[in-house]
C-alpha cells in the first residue's frame, strides 16, 4: 500500500499546527517520522488514520483520495496502534482483540469462528496466548500494548501506523512491539521519539519541527551530529560497529560539556 499526502495543513482557530506536509510511504516500507514534541507528528499521523480532518492539502491511499473514500474502506486498508487507549467498559482481552473484525462486518454479523481464529492467532504472535479471558484495565502498559497491536493484526490491513505506541514503556516492550513489527514485513509508518530505535527498525526517515518536513533520507543519511543537534538542540556522538554499520546515538548532556570545559581549561593553565 502507498499513502501521499501532499501539503497538508492543520489550524487550531488561527493557529497553523501543519504547515503543508508533503510525505510518500512506499509498499512494505518502515517510515518513522521524528521530532521534538508539539513538532505536529502525532496530528499529521490523526490526519492520516481519520481521527483529525486536514484543514488544507490531500492524502490518498493507493491514489485515492482519502476524502472519497468511507470510514469503513479506510479502516480495511490501515489500522492503528496508539499511544493511549482507554475503554469505558471492562472489556476482556478478547473483546478488545476482536474489534478489530469490526470493517470486515454488516451492521448485525456476529463474530464467527473465522473471527476468533484470527484474534487467537494475533494474540500468539504477540506473546499473549493465554491472555483471552483477561479483564484489559488490569493488565501492564506493555500487555495492553500488545493487546492493541494484536487488534491491529487481527483487523488484516496492508497498512499499521504506530502513533508513538511505545513512549511510555520499558526498554523491553519498545523492542519487543518494534520487533514484532518489523517482522510483519506490512507498510508502516511510526511516530518515534528514541533515535536509536528509529536507526534500528527505520528504512527511511522524515524530520518534522515546527510543523514543517525538515529532513528526509535513511537513518545514516539523516542522523548526524549536525543535524540533531539543529532538530533537538542536544549534542551528541555517533558510533558505529565495525562488523555490522549499526549506529548508535549517544547524547551528551550539558553538564558533561561544561565538565570536560572545565577540565581542559584547568590543564592548559597548568
Known amino acids: 500500500m502507498e499513502i501521499l499526502a501532499e501539503a497538508v495543513k492543520y489550524f487550531i482557530g488561527k493557529k497553523e499546527i501543519l504547515k503543508g506536509i508533503d510525505l510518500t510511504l512506499h509498499p512494505k516500507e518502515f517510515l518513522g517520522i521524528i521530532g521534538p514534541n508539539g513538532s505536529g507528528k502525532s496530528t499529521f499521523l490523526k490526519c492520516v488514520y481519520r481521527v483529525q480532518k486536514p484543514t488544507e492539502g490531500t492524502i490518498r491511499f493507493d491514489g485515492k483520495l482519502l476524502d472519497e473514500m468511507s470510514y469503513r474502506e479506510s479502516a480495511l486498508k490501515l489500522a492503528v496502534v496508539a499511544q493511549h487507549n482507554y475503554y469505558n467498559f471492562d472489556f476482556s482481552v478478547l473483546d478488545v482483540v476482536l474489534m478489530g473484525r469490526s470493517p470486515h462486518k454488516k451492521m448485525m454479523d456476529r463474530d464467527n469462528a473465522e473471527d476468533y481464529r484470527l484474534a487467537h492467532e494475533s494474540l500468539s504472535i504477540v506473546g499473549l496466548s493465554g491472555f483471552e479471558a483477561r479483564n484489559f484495565s488490569t493488565l501492564s502498559g506493555g500487555e495492553q500494548q500488545r493487546v492493541i497491536l494484536a487488534r491491529a493484526l487481527t483487523q488484516q490491513t496492508e497498512c499499521l501506523v504506530l502513533d508513538e505506541p511505545t513512549n511510555h514503556l520499558d526498554i523491553k516492550y519498545q523492542l519487543g512491539i518494534m520487533d514484532i513489527v518489523k517482522g510483519l514485513g506490512h507498510t508502516v509508518v511510526a511516530a518515534v521519539h528514541d533515535l536509536n530505535i528509529a536507526a534500528m527498525y527505520c528504512d527511511r526517515l522524515i524530520a518534522i519541527r515546527q510543523g514543517k518536513v525538515v529532513g528526509v533520507g535513511t537513518p545514516h543519511e539523516l542522523l548526524t551530529v549536525d543535524?540533531?543537534?539543529?532538530?533537538?538542540?542536544?549534542?551528541?556522538e555517533?558510533?558505529?560497529?565495525?562488523?555490522?554499520?549499526?549506529m548508535n546515538i549517544m547524547y551528551i548532556p550539558r553538564h558533561w560539556?561544561?565538565?570536560?570545559?572545565?577540565?581542559?581549561?584547568?590543564?592548559?593553565m597548568s
Not at 227 to 236: G, N, R
Not at 238 to 246: A, C, F, L, P
Not at 257 to 268: Q, S, V
Open 227 to 236: 543535524f540533531i543537534k539543529a532538530l533537538y538542540d542536544v549534542d551528541s
Open 238 to 246: 555517533i558510533h558505529y560497529d565495525e562488523q555490522t554499520g549499526r
Open 257 to 268: 560539556k561544561e565538565t570536560d570545559d572545565e577540565t581542559n581549561r584547568d590543564f592548559n
